[in-house]
C-alpha cells in the first residue's frame, strides 16, 4: 500500500512537471520515492515500487503517453537502467537498513551483557548473583524465570529468586530433572519436550553442571526468544560461572575457617597443656612433699611449701579463669549489666585482691575528686583491672613502680562529660615496634614475655570486655620506658538523682577504702587531685 501511494505520488508530481522538465530530471523524481520506501518500509515495497515507478514512468510520461507502447527504441535502454538503477537502490538500502538493525540488537545486546557483568563484579554471595542474572534475564526477555540448583546432599531442588533466593515447597519438573541429567537444552519447540511452555537450559561450568534455567515467554510462544537464544545460553552460562565462583569460594572460605581452627586448637592444646601441667605438677610435688616428709619438715618449710602451692593454685585459677572468659566471649554468651559505679571502689576493690602481689611496690593512683559514677558492668571491669594489673606485675622488674590515673573528656563545647579515659602505667620493658595492636590477639605472645607463663588470653579478654561496653582500649609505649594501657568508656546519660547523693556522700569513704587497701600491701602512696 505505502509503495503505490508514495509512486502514485511520485507520478502525479512527474506528470506536472514534465511540461517544464524533461524526461531524465523525472526519473530522478521517481528515485527519490523509491529510496523514501526502501528506507522506511523494507525491501518488499521497495522492489515493488521500483516496478511501479518503471510502469508509471512508461504510461505516463513516455510517448505515446497513456500506453506501454515504446515508439523510441532509446526508452527502452532508459527503462532497463531505471529499473535497475531502482532494484539496485532498494537493494542497498535494504541492507543498509538491516545492518543498522542489526547494529542496534548488537548495541542491546552488549548493553545487557554489560549491566550484568557490572552487577555481578560488585555483589557477592551465591544467592545475590543469581538473584541478578535471573532479574537480568526476567527483564532483557520480558519472561518468567525459575532456577533448580543442587542441594548439600545433589538432589535438585526448585529455587525462587523473588524475594531473595528461596527454596520452593515442591519437586523439581520431570523436564528440569532430565536436562540436568542430560545436559541439554529442551522444551518450548526442543525435543523431547517440545510441546512445553518453558524453555531449560543447563547451567554449564568447568566442574559440571551447577543446575537448570528455567525460561518461560510471557507471549507464551518461542518466537520470542529464539532471536536472542545465543545471547540467552551466554547468560546462563554467566550464571552458571557465578554459581561455580561463589561455590569455590563459599568453600575456600569454609577450608580457611577450618584450618584457622585447627591452628587456633593446636596454639589452644600446646599453652594450655604447658601452663595448666606445670602449675599441676608443681602443687603436686608441693603436696607431696607435705605429705611423705612431713614428720622431716620443720614449719618454716612447710609454709614455704604451703605458699608454693597457693601460688601455684592461683596461677592455675587464672589460666582457667580465661579460658572461660573468651568462652563465654567467642560464645556471645556474655551479659553486660551496666550499672553506676565509683572508679574509685572498683580500683580500691581490685588492689584489695592484688595485696600481696603488690608487696614491694610503689602504686600511684590520681583520681580526681570530682570523678563521676560510670555505667559499668563492675564485675567484667575488676576482670580488666586485674589483668592489666596482674601483667603490669609479671612483666616489669619486682619493685618497680605503677601509675593509675583516671580523667574525663568533654564530648563537645557546652555539653555533659562523654568519655572517661583510665591509664594504667608500668616500668617494664615496653613493647616491641608493632606490637600495639598484635598483644590483644588471642593467643598472641611477645618474645620478651615468652619467659613466662601464659596463655596469650588475658589482653584479648579485655579488649573483648571494653568493647562491649561501647568502649576501647589502646597500648603504647610511655614516655621514659615502660607500657601504658588507656581504657575509654562513653558516660551514657546521668545517672538517677538517688545513686548521685549516695556518691557524694560516699565519696570519702572511698577515697578510704582505696588508702587501706594499699597501705594493707605497706607498698603506695595515693595522689588525689582537685579539691
Not at 536436562?179 to 522444551?187: A, D, H, P
Not at 618449710?301 to 601455684?312: F, G, N, P
Not at 613502680?401 to 583510665?422: F, L, M, Q, R, S
Not at 611477645?446 to 613466662?452: D, P
Request: negative net charge.
Amino acid at each position: 500500500m505505502a509503495a503505490i501511494l508514495v509512486t502514485g505520488l511520485a507520478t502525479a508530481l512527474c506528470s506536472y512537471a514534465s511540461n517544464y522538465l524533461d524526461h531524465s530530471n523525472l526519473i530522478m523524481i521517481y528515485l527519490a520515492s523509491i529510496v523514501f520506501v526502501a528506507t522506511r518500509f523494507g525491501r518488499g515495497p521497495s522492489i515493488l515500487a521500483s516496478l511501479l515507478a518503471v510502469g508509471e514512468f512508461d504510461y505516463f510520461c513516455v510517448p505515446p503517453h497513456f500506453s506501454f507502447v515504446v515508439t523510441d527504441t532509446q526508452y527502452f535502454i532508459t527503462l532497463a537502467v531505471m529499473l535497475i538503477v531502482t532494484i539496485l537502490i532498494t537493494t542497498l538500502t535494504s541492507e543498509v537498513k538491516s545492518q543498522v538493525e542489526l547494529g542496534k540488537t548488537r548495541e542491546k545486546r552488549s548493553e545487557a551483557l554489560r549491566a550484568l557483568s557490572t552487577d555481578m563484579s560488585l555483589l557477592r554471595g551465591r544467592d545475590k548473583l543469581i538473584a541478578a542474572a535471573l532479574r537480568h534475564v526476567r527483564t532483557f526477555f520480558d519472561a518468567r524465570v525459575g532456577i533448580y540448583l543442587p542441594d548439600a546432599t545433589g538432589k535438585l531442588c526448585e529455587y525462587t529468586a523473588d524475594p531473595g533466593l528461596v527454596k520452593a515447597e515442591r519437586q523439581p519438573s520431570e523436564i528440569a530433572l532430565w536436562t540436568f541429567q542430560n545436559r541439554q537444552m529442551c522444551g518450548l519447540g526442543k525435543e523431547p519436550f517440545a510441546s512445553a511452555p518453558s524453555l531449560y537450559l543447563p547451567l554449564m561450568a568447568s566442574q559440571g553442571v551447577m543446575g537448570v534455567l528455567q525460561v518461560s515467554p510471557s507471549s507464551g510462544s518461542r518466537s520470542t526468544v529464539d532471536p536472542d537464544l545465543e545471547l540467552l545460553e551466554t547468560f546462563a552460562n554467566q550464571t552458571a560461572l557465578c554459581i561455580e565462583v561463589a561455590t569455590l569460594s563459599e568453600c575456600t572460605q569454609a577450608a580457611s575457617i577450618q584450618i584457622e581452627r585447627e591452628e587456633l586448637r593446636n596454639v589452644l592444646l600446646s599453652s594450655v597443656s604447658h601452663d595448666l601441667r606445670t602449675p599441676l605438677a608443681t602443687i603436686t610435688g608441693a603436696s607431696s612433699s607435705l605429705v611423705e616428709d612431713k614428720f622431716s619438715l620443720n614449719e618454716s618449710q612447710k609454709q614455704e611449701l604451703a605458699q608454693v602451692i597457693l601460688e601455684e593454685a592461683e596461677h592455675l585459677n587464672n589460666h582457667v579463669r580465661n579460658l572461660l572468659e573468651m568462652t563465654k566471649l567467642e560464645s556471645g554468651s556474655l551479659t553486660v549489666k551496666k550499672k553506676w559505679h565509683s572508679i574509685e571502689e572498683t580500683v580500691g576493690a581490685c588492689m584489695t585482691r592484688l595485696e600481696r602481689h603488690l608487696t614491694g611496690r610503689q602504686i600511684h593512683i590520681q583520681l580526681p575528686l570530682d570523678l563521676p559514677l560510670v555505667p559499668f558492668d563492675e564485675i567484667l571491669i575488676q576482670q580488666v583491672f586485674l589483668n592489666l594489673l596482674e601483667n603490669a606485675v609479671k612483666y616489669t622488674p619486682p619493685g618497680s613502680d605503677i601509675d593509675i590515673d583516671a580523667h574525663v573528656e568533654p564530648a563537645g563545647k557546652d555539653t555533659a562529660p562523654g568519655w572517661i579515659e583510665i591509664a594504667i602505667r608500668d616500668r617494664g620493658p615496653g613493647l616491641k615496634p608493632g606490637e600495639e595492636d598484635k598483644i590483644f590477639v588471642k593467643f598472641y605472645r611477645s618474645v620478651a614475655t615468652s619467659q613466662h607463663m601464659g596463655v596469650g588470653l588475658g589482653l584479648a579478654i579485655c579488649r573483648a570486655i571494653i568493647k562491649a561496653h561501647g568502649g576501647t582500649i589502646t597500648a603504647a609505649n610511655r614516655q621514659g620506658g615502660g607500657a601504658e594501657f588507656r581504657i575509654k568508656m562513653p558516660l551514657d546519660g546521668m545517672p538517677p538523682a538517688s545513686i548521685i547523693e549516695l556518691g557524694l556522700d560516699n565519696d570519702d569513704q572511698a577515697a578510704g577504702h582505696t588508702d587501706t587497701a594499699l597501705s594493707g600491701a605497706q607498698t603506695g602512696t595515693v595522689a588525689h587531685t582537685g579539691e
